[in-house]
């Protein structure tokens, strides 16, 4: 320990050298680096300060306490401090290993103890390990937060059967849960409003959702159109501007006028409920094995998920498009190829990538655009094996040449992204592993 000190105090006294770029930037890695390794050194010696007692036979009340006024740390730094190092006493070893060895920071360290000890209690040993193994070879790419996201999905990529059957129960439990706790409530307010206010499944909020997008867009007004008077031109059905007029509607009041107006159209239909009009469009996700034996889950375009139950029970409908999947979680019938990214070619799109394909983005499909890998100006053709699904910031990251990122398909028919050169001079390339394939 006195090497160690004599050391850092040889280097602290020294003034920053000039240097290179590049030489700067490995400076600062190893100084990095000899942190988290001194960190690693001090969570095991508080460890080993709060399994002997030592604060508690000096007469602090706690462990927590003594290195609250001790070290002058935060009391919440202290408990923090104290909470990982038995958390890393009791886990798997190899995230010990990582943290001693420098690989693996104390917050990142913590984000991965809170993702396995959020792992189902019936898993073994062995998953444990191998969550544990994957957590810590992803903590060279991900920060914290990304980290503890992406923990939450790690039993799908370490041992997927026990994931499925955790799933499985928990998505029985919460399908029960929202159809119980279901309901929708008027409340007179007085001057004339009602509060609307509720709780639907997914299923039955993707069913509402989808009656209301069409008629929630703005509307697009003339290019001589005015501001408009509401004294003197009054909305026209459904609180909808007239054509021409300037929609000047918040997103929020767009949606109680496409609520009210679906209703309507509903009542002029003059029967409820089936024959005022076709029923709103829906996509249902699932592999083809499991429609056919009767187990699996389902996924509709919103991202929620299904029971197999309620998936199967959807697809008998003729107003529901079932989307089904290979043993690859490939497309297998989506019908008619379009020119553009719409209609089956989205759904195709939003099935293969789960959401914006950019390493480390969790944005699901609806916040997504379909991207030309190789630009539609430079003849790259609008199909499925030229295109990912990029989030509005990483679509424009990705046009931006100064960023240094590239992508494109690999032969498994997967977007696969090559980082610029400053942040992995190596360029290895990266693939999103938030979004679960089905």
């Known amino acids: 320990m006195d090497r160690v000190a004599a050391a850092v105090d040889a280097l602290a006294a020294r003034p920053v050298l000039p240097a290179g770029d590049q030489t700067l930037i490995g400076r600062l890695e190893v100084v990095h680096r000899a942190i988290r390794r001194l960190s690693g050194v001090e969570l095991a010696l508080v460890r080993e300060i709060d399994a002997a007692g030592v604060a508690v036979r ?257 697809a008998c409908d003729a107003r529901i498009l079932p989307a089904v999947l290979d043993g690859a979680g490939q497309p297998l019938d989506l019908g008619r190829e379009r020119r553009l990214f719409t209609g089956p070619l989205r759904r195709a799109l939003v099935l293969r990538d789960g959401g914006c394909a950019f390493p480390g983005c969790d944005r699901p499909p609806r916040w997504c655009d379909g991207h030309h890998v190789i630009h539609w100006a430079d003849g790259g053709p609008t199909s499925l094996g030229n295109a990912v699904l990029l989030c509005g910031h990483h679509h424009r990251l990705i046009h931006d040449p100064r960023a240094g990122w590239n992508v494109h398909i690999t032969a498994d028919g997967r977007p696969t992204f090559i980082p610029p050169a400053w942040l992995d001079p190596r360029r290895l390339p990266r693939r999103n592993a938030f979004h679960r394939r089905q």
């Open 58 to 314: 000096g007469g602090a009340p706690s462990t927590a306490v003594w290195l609250m006024l001790r070290l002058l740390l935060a009391p919440a730094a202290a408990r923090r401090t104290v909470a990982l190092a038995a958390a890393l006493d009791a886990a798997s070893p190899v995230v010990g290993e990582a943290v001693t060895a420098g690989a693996v920071g104390v917050d990142q360290a913590r984000a991965i103890l809170g993702a396995l000890a959020d792992l189902p209690a019936e898993v073994g040993r062995e998953v444990v390990d191998k969550a544990a193994a994957a957590l810590v070879g992803y903590a060279d790419q991900f920060p914290p937060p990304q980290l503890a996201r992406l923990g939450g999905q790690i039993l799908w990529h370490v041992a997927p059967a026990e994931a499925q059957q955790a799933d499985r129960l928990a998505l029985a439990r919460s399908e029960q849960r929202a159809a119980r706790d279901r309901y929708l409530s008027l409340t007179p307010e007085g001057r004339s409003s009602v509060r609307v206010h509720g709780r639907l499944g997914a299923e039955a909020a993707a069913i509402v959702r989808a009656a209301l997008d069409p008629l929630c867009n703005p509307a697009a007004p003339s290019p001589a159109a005015t501001r408009p008077s509401a004294e003197a031109q009054p909305a026209g059905a459904g609180g909808r501007p007239r054509p021409g007029e300037v929609d000047e509607r918040t997103a929020g009041q767009r949606r109680a006028d496409a609520l009210v107006e679906v209703c309507r159209l509903v009542l002029a239909g003059g029967e409820l409920p089936d024959n005022g009009g076709d029923r709103p469009q829906v996509v249902v996700t699932v592999a083809f094995d499991p429609l056919r034996h009767a187990f699996g889950t389902g996924m509709l375009d919103t991202g929620d998920r299904l029971s197999a139950d309620t998936a199967r029970r959807l």
